[in-house]
């Protein structure tokens, strides 16, 4: 990776070309190609104090990716030193905190600066960024990087919650100071963080209450550790890894012909699955509760090697009845059986369907992007939104995946707007605007197909869905669809405003041009 002296100019008081918002995976990779084409004037904002985003914040016992990590890092930036097929969380964190020493990256970055509010300020075509503790900043461009799954969601409408006198705490915000050894500890929630922390905390706790309200579908996980011989390998030959990455990425790729192709693609893998359940879990009564009755697919499939035998212990009750209240010291379950717990642990996952909150986000006309999303966020190519112009959102609505690695849509992002950057430098452009009925018909499009996909159709609620029915999270096809849609930024999907205006004439919609 290449080292950068460079200096970012950023005076205050002047207005920058770019303000990146977030130190994830989306913000480093868009700074990092920014910085790449020579783009020194923009800065980036983050609220917490170091770079990392989703793998600084999630750090409770067990947290992994579950998309292999030769696959899930930068394509431009390979780590032949992964110990493990899926790495551990600090892994993952630490590679995150060396792109942004190595390519240079934190001069630019403000850290505890978090975003309170954007709004699109018609007349000077600019954002104007008001950041906590009063400051503020003027960008021509915003791009956010604030991440689809970074807003922890808590279960609504349990009675009697607030009551509970004992320790609570979420995955993402997990306590470390507080020691679980021989307490009696309720975990509400069973996805994809849960059955990694679950195995976990099930050797230390007295007694472990799972709270259940769907089973997911769980897969044996292909994981183990990286061979000496073969770090040694991808240091030595980088194409070595190059071919690995791309064997692996070919291999997950197919699992969209299940998704949205051919549904019945999942009676295979429901056989896996099932036989995973038999081998680990011999009680009956326990392997019901553990057996999904929807498709495979419909929620994420989740991959755990000791989820199952965790549970089958016998200091593990998972209960699926639901729950009827919170009391001060205990959990009442709807069969009327009250368990006495010291601490309740959220695994209630993001919240996926609205990861913008109100009142941060103003385009045109001083409108919250969260009133113009009431049926669900929607954008054209998940990237740009009409009313809000130079205004691109990487892991925006439907570019989440349910088979593969987020860090390639995200680098098909990142190249959408370089071109976007590249187009509007050459044309003279003040603004770009996608035009409503590209968005519209665009998300139509992605809309009908989502309707026959498993995700839909399969017989499950699941955190894909908004509130509406419609399924805003995810992209419907093959990834490498969305890196050919996303490959040249296309300027007759939007409406451009010229940089040059004539003085005689008003700003006002009239002055907008058309460029194809
Ligand atoms: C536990 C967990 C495991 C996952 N595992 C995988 C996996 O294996 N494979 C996969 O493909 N995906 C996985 N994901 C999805 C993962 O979120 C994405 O892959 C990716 O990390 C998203 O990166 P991001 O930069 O878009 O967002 P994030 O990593 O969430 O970063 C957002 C950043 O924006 C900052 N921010 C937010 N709001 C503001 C504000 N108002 N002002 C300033 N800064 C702000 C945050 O502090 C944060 O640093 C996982 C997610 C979780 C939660």
């Known amino acids: 990776m290449p080292k950068s002296s460079a200096k970012p100019a950023t005076p205050k008081e002047q207005p920058l070309r770019i303000a990146i918002v977030g130190t994830g995976f989306a913000?480093?990779?868009?700074?990092?190609?920014?910085?790449?084409?020579?783009?020194?004037?923009?800065?980036?904002?983050e609220k917490a104090g170091d770079v990392g985003g989703t793998w600084r914040d999630n750090h409770y016992p067990g947290c992994a990716c579950d998309v292999q990590s030769h696959l899930y890092s930068f394509s431009f930036a390979p780590n032949p030193e992964w110990s493990r097929m899926f790495s551990p969380q600090p892994e993952i964190w630490s590679y995150l905190r060396k792109c942004a020493d190595q390519y240079g990256l934190r001069p630019y970055i403000r850290f505890n600066s978090e975003v309170q509010s954007a709004r699109w300020d018609e007349k000077a075509g600019l954002w104007r960024v008001q950041i906590a503790g009063g400051r503020e900043l003027s960008a021509k461009v915003l791009i956010s990087g604030m991440g689809g799954l970074s807003r922890p969601a808590y279960p609504v409408g349990v009675r009697g919650l607030e009551k509970f006198r004992g320790k609570t705490f979420h995955s993402q915000d997990w306590d470390h100071g507080y020691d679980l050894k021989g307490k009696r500890v309720a975990v509400i929630g069973t996805g994809a963080s849960a059955i990694q922390f679950v195995p976990q905390i099930q050797k230390e706790v007295a007694q472990l209450d799972l709270y259940q309200r769907t089973p997911p579908w769980i897969l044996p996980k292909?994981?183990?550790?990286?061979?000496?011989?073969?770090?040694?390998?991808?240091?030595r030959l980088p194409l070595a890894q190059r071919l690995f990455r791309g064997a692996i990425y070919a291999m997950m790729e197919t699992r969209v012909l299940g998704f949205t192709v051919n549904p019945k693609i999942m009676n295979l893998v429901k056989r896996i699955a099932l036989r995973h359940i038999h081998r680990h879990v011999k009680d009956p009564e326990l392997r019901a509760k553990l057996t999904p009755d929807y498709t495979v697919g419909c929620k994420r499939v989740l991959i755990s090697n000791d989820y199952y035998p965790a549970l089958a212990q016998a200091n593990v009750d998972v209960i699926s009845s639901g729950i009827r209240e919170v009391r001060a010291g205990s959990i009442v379950g709807q069969d009327g059986t009250e368990r006495p717990v010291d601490a309740i642990i959220f695994g209630t996952g993001f919240h996926a369907t609205d990861p913008m909150p109100k009142g941060v986000l103003f385009g045109r006309g001083g409108l919250d992007i969260v009133d113009t999303w009431k049926d669900g966020p929607e954008a054209y190519k998940g990237t740009t939104v009409a009313g809000f112009p130079n205004l691109f959102l990487i892991v925006g609505p439907n570019t989440g995946l349910g088979h593969n690695s987020m860090v390639y849509m995200i680098e098909s992002q990142v190249n959408y707007v370089m071109d976007a950057l590249r187009k509007m430098d050459a044309g003279g452009v003040r603004s770009l605007e996608v035009k409503p009925?590209?968005?519209?018909?665009?998300?139509?499009?992605?809309?009908a197909r989502l309707s026959r996909a498993v995700w839909t159709a399969?017989?499950?609620?699941s955190w894909y869905l908004h509130p509406s029915g419609k399924n805003t999270s995810l992209w419907p096809g093959f990834t490498f669809q969305f890196r050919r849609q996303t490959r040249r930024f296309d300027l007759a999907a939007y409406v451009a405003e010229p940089a040059e205006r004539k003085p005689a004439r008003a700003a006002g919609p009239e002055l907008l041009v058309e460029m194809t």
């Not at 913000?27 to 904002?45: P, T, W």
């Not at 183990?224 to 770090?231: G, H, I, K, L, P």
Request: aromatic share 8%; with cysteine.
């Open 27 to 45: 913000g480093l990779g868009m700074a990092i190609r920014l910085q790449q084409a020579g783009i020194e004037d923009f800065v980036i904002l």
């Open 222 to 235: 292909p994981d183990r550790a990286v061979s000496d011989f073969e770090q040694r390998l991808f240091r």
């Open 437 to 447: 009925e590209v968005q519209a018909r665009f998300n139509g499009a992605i809309q």
């Open 458 to 461: 399969g017989g499950c609620k």
